[in-house]
């Protein structure tokens, strides 16, 4: 069992765009999973270990059976079951893998990592942005060598835009931070008046030279799942005028050190800016401002968890705190639960 993690939980395999590979190979909470397309039907996830030998199951060719491991072309079906025995015929009932429920919605692709009689498909979060024709996606998959809640701590923190980020305001970005909390969803609001609009989101939505008021909603949810609105309008303008512009970001722990980082960021469907360009801008801010600083967090905390470390926060940091309890509360809460079970 992964330690450190929730486990009753439902995980971010890969945008569902990935699945037209035919597989989506990935480690959730140290765990290796495969995502299968099917020809008929959804697709299904699982186990990503040959019970024979331990191949990677990801390595082998996708069937209408199922999967056949690619070193001695024994193939499992959707539900983990062997089904053929290419050399010798015996189908041995132990020798089998198991699935994990998956489940596709808003683009993504949802893998259940807990109990089966405990999964809640109500629970995912959604992202209806997806749908809303205003707008187009550009998405990015990125494999950060640092823990997932840094990245979400980082997330949740946007007042670090003004020393890391010169493109999203830089120094003239000082917001006013606040929180909120519904129950096990955590809101960050972050609101900036008066500057000049900064290269995001002037790229897509130009102030003419003008003075802007921004601000950011952040919506959490456990794991790590993250919606965001950045709203710009002119200096002294009601919102209603300006523009809001949606973008999810989703970080799946792979290891305690290691996170996939899944982001989709929108821009204006009319809008004359190429896809590849607003791609390339989203990845430098991402690729060359936050994640060589995470990632060297994470390499000067030598694994410690970070209460251990008793870090000094200030009130900005009170949504990430919050954020990162709701997590520790599930987490202690699974484990009682399997301790007075077993
Ligand atoms: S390792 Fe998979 S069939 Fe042998
Ligand atoms: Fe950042």
Known sequence: MASGFIRN??????WAHELDQGKIARRIIDVP??????AEG??????????????PLSRGRVTERGIECGYHGLTFDRDGTLVANPLTGVLPAACRVRSLPVHIQDNVVWIWMGDAEKLDVASIPRFA???NPNYRFVYGVIDAKA??????????????AAFLHPSFGGLSYRPKASMTQQGETVYAHYLVKDIPNPDFPEIFWSSHGKNVDLWDDIRWNAPAAMYLESGVVLAGRPREEGYIVPAV???TPVTAARTTYFWASALPADSSLQDDEYQAFMSKAFATEDLPMIESIEDRMEGSPLWDLEPVMLREDAAAVIARRIVDTRIKAEAAAVESAG
Not at 9 to 14: E, S
Not at 42 to 55: G, Q
């Open 42 to 55: 959804a697709p299904y996830a699982l186990h990503d270990r040959c019970p024979h030998r331990f191949a």
């Open 249 to 251: 970001h989703v970080q």
């Open 147 to 160: 823990n997932y809640q840094l990245l979400t701590d980082n997330l949740l923190d946007l007042t670090h």
């Open 33 to 38: 999973v495969v995502v299968i397309r099917s």
């Open 129 to 131: 942005c997806f749908e």
């Open 9 to 14: 939980a439902w995980y971010m395999a890969g």
